[in-house]
């Protein structure tokens, strides 16, 4: 085989393989792109419509391990003030509101409340209702046995461990409960006169 004709057949190869690969890169993500990105923007409206224009989603899925999708939304203090803030580690959030939204049967619905106070559709979260507080640092993660858990413990308290609250769902009762401090039993909540929760959509 000629040097001219060696150099055609292994040109021809590459622009195969280039073209092969192209469509490859092109015609799957579309689809699964455009869902992803529905999913969002149906997020970021309904956390919009929560916490308004300034909300910004932190976690997205089944956070509660019970088949329905949830979402966690935030309001951010500002990062001057998050950086000046007591604690040190870039981990956590510092907040002003929160809110944790469900979709079930097509309906979003607020099931988790942080302003103030640490709410859910039951009332005051157990423990939490004492006094009120203007700014939160908030901590989260998930965990494959124990499932999605928040710590909540207000800024001016932000240095102390035991200041906080440690809310994580309860299979049993089916919504975002606190913990007692030793960690073996789920708080009752204390009644209010309106329901914290509200349809969004």
Same mark, same amino acid.
């Given at each position: ?46 956390? *919009?419509?929560?916490? @308004? ?7 997205? @899925? ?6 329905? !999708? ?9 990062? *001057? ?6 604690? @040190? ?39 939490? +209702? ?10 989260? +993660? ?6 999605? *858990? ?5 800024? !001016? ?6 200041? @906080? ?23 009752? *909540? ?12």
């Amino acid at each position: 085989m000629t040097m001219r004709k060696l150099r055609a057949t292994v040109g021809t190869m590459l622009c195969v393989v280039a073209f092969t690969l192209a469509g490859c890169h092109t015609a799957q993500p579309t689809g699964d792109g455009k869902a992803g990105a529905d999913v969002m923007e149906e997020a970021r409206q309904v956390a *919009e419509t929560s916490l @308004g224009k300034q909300a910004e989603i932190l976690v997205v @899925g089944n956070l509660a391990a019970n088949g329905r !999708e949830q979402l966690l939304a935030v309001n951010r203090i500002s990062k *001057e003030v998050a950086a000046n803030a007591r604690g @040190g580690n870039p981990a956590p959030v510092f907040i002003t509101r929160a809110a944790i939204l469900e979709k079930d049967g097509g309906k979003w619905s607020e099931i988790l409340r942080c302003d103030e106070h640490l709410k859910n559709p039951n009332g005051y979260l157990g423990g939490s +209702s004492a006094a009120r507080f203007s700014g939160w640092r908030l901590e989260y +993660s998930q965990d494959a046995k124990e499932g999605f *858990e928040m710590k909540f413990t207000p800024a !001016e308290s932000a240095g102390q461990a035991s200041a @906080g609250f440690d809310v994580r769902w309860n299979k049993n009762t089916k919504r975002y409960q606190s913990f007692d401090q030793s960690h073996e039993r789920y708080l009752n *909540e204390i009644p209010v006169l309106e329901t914290p929760q509200s349809i969004l959509r």
